[in-house]
């Protein structure tokens, strides 16, 4: 069992920063994939990053893909998302999800859901 917390959301302006945390419980963190997603008012969720148990492979949606960052450590049972060049597209609640399969892109791959944090970018 995994439980994950997510904080770090806010309002920030267009161009700027934010960076998300995923904080874990459990001494298994580190054998599971994480992953980020997002859903937006009146939209489906959809995968936005994930990151391999070791931290050796990363995967991006092509809309975020150059202005994101993910990564982990898995000393501190954290994931994290460095969100650069923030547009208002990317206002979202944003949720990460832990996985023991080897698969990264649909929410049906991931077992446990943290309860989404808040980001939204003014124009």
């Not at 995923?22 to 997603?37: D, E, I, K, Q, V």
Request: hydrophobic letters at 30%; aromatic letters at 14%.
């Amino acid at each position: 069992q995994v439980q994950l917390v997510e904080s770090g959301g806010g309002l920030v302006q267009a161009g700027g920063s934010l960076r998300l945390s995923c904080a874990a419980s459990g001494r298994t963190f580190r054998l599971y994939h994480m992953g980020w997603f997002r859903q937006a008012p009146g939209k489906e969720r959809e995968f936005v990053a994930a990151i391999s148990w070791s931290g050796e492979s990363t995967y991006y949606a092509d809309s975020v893909k150059g202005r994101f960052t993910i990564s982990r450590d898995n000393a501190k049972n954290t994931e994290y998302l460095q969100m650069n060049s923030l547009k208002p597209e990317d206002t979202a609640v944003y949720y990460c999800a832990a996985t023991g399969s080897g698969s990264y892109g649909s929410e049906s791959d991931y077992d446990y859901w943290g309860q989404g944090t808040q980001v939204t970018v003014s124009s």
